[in-house]
C-alpha cells in the first residue's frame, strides 16, 4: 500500500459524459501527478501539482482539467468523454516538486467509456 | 523530444536463471533520472530501481541491477535468480527539469513472464 488513495476504482460511463477522479496523496506530500495509460501502453503523463498550484503540464487534452485543493487533495475532470479516453488513470504523490523525489503511486481509476 | 524506448514487448526467463530487460533513450540533456517501475497484474506502480544521471555507479536493489551507460543512451535491468512473483510488466522511465520544465517520459513496457 503506497498511501496513495483513488476513487472510484472503477467508472463506466458513455460517451459525451463528464466524469471526476479523486486522488488523496500520502500524508505530508505537497505534490499530486496524473497519468493515463490506455490498454497495454505506458504511462502518458498529464499535470503535476505542487501545493495547490499548476506546477507541470504534459499530454493533456483540453477536455481535462485538474485542481489540487487546500487540503492537498486533487481532482481529474474529464469532459466530453470519447471511446478512446478510456484507460486506467493514475495519480501519484511526492514530497517536494522536483524530479528528484519518488513518487508514489495509487492504485489506479479504470475508465471506461462506451 | 525526449523518447525511451523498450525494444522487447515481451521475454520470457525460467525461474532461478537471469533476465535482462532493454531501455534505450533519446535526450540531449546531461542532468537526469531513470527509472524502472514493475506493473504485475494488479496494475499497481511499483519503483523497482533509480539511477541519477550524474552517479558512474550502477544501482543495485537485492535481485535487481541496472548497466547504465550514459554515452550510449542505455539503461538495462538485469533481474538475477528470477522469482515467480517476477513476473509483470516492466517500464523503464525518464525524468528530468531543465529551466523548470518537468518531463516524465515513459517507455512502452516489457512483459516479464517467468517460467517455472
Known amino acids: 500500500d503506497s498511501g496513495v488513495t483513488q476513487t472510484p476504482k472503477h467508472l463506466i460511463t458513455a460517451t459525451g459524459q463528464r466524469v471526476t477522479l479523486r486522488c488523496s496523496p500520502r500524508s505530508g506530500d505537497l505534490s499530486v501527478y496524473w497519468y493515463q495509460q490506455s490498454l497495454d501502453q505506458g504511462l502518458q503523463f498529464l499535470i503535476q501539482y505542487y501545493n495547490g498550484e499548476e506546477r507541470a503540464k504534459g499530454n493533456i487534452l483540453e477536455r481535462f482539467s485538474a485542481q489540487q485543493f487546500p487540503d492537498l487533495h486533487s481532482e481529474l475532470n474529464l469532459s466530453s468523454l470519447e471511446l478512446g479516453d478510456s484507460a486506467l488513470y493514475f495519480c501519484?504523490?511526492?514530497?517536494?516538486?522536483?524530479?528528484?523525489?519518488?513518487?508514489?503511486f495509487g492504485p489506479g481509476t479504470r475508465l471506461t467509456v462506451t | 523530444a525526449q523518447t525511451v524506448t523498450q525494444s522487447q514487448p515481451e521475454m520470457s526467463v525460467q525461474e532461478a536463471e537471469t533476465v535482462t530487460l532493454s531501455c534505450t533513450y533519446d535526450?540531449?540533456?546531461?542532468?537526469?533520472?531513470l527509472f524502472w517501475y514493475k506493473q504485475p497484474p494488479s496494475r499497481q506502480m511499483i519503483l523497482v530501481i533509480r539511477q541519477e544521471a550524474y552517479k558512474q555507479q550502477n544501482a543495485t536493489e537485492n535481485r535487481f541491477s541496472v548497466n547504465f551507460q550514459k554515452a550510449a543512451k542505455s539503461f538495462s535491468l538485469k533481474i538475477s535468480d528470477s522469482q515467480l512473483g517476477d513476473a509483470a510488466m516492466y517500464f523503464c522511465?525518464?525524468?528530468?527539469?531543465?529551466?523548470?520544465?518537468?518531463?516524465?517520459?515513459f517507455g512502452t513496457g516489457t512483459r516479464l513472464k517467468v517460467l517455472a
Open positions: 522511465a525518464y525524468r528530468s527539469d531543465p529551466s523548470g520544465t518537468y518531463k516524465y517520459i
Open positions: 501519484a504523490s511526492s514530497e517536494g516538486q522536483g524530479v528528484s523525489y519518488e513518487q508514489y
Open positions: 535526450t540531449s540533456e546531461s542532468d537526469y533520472y
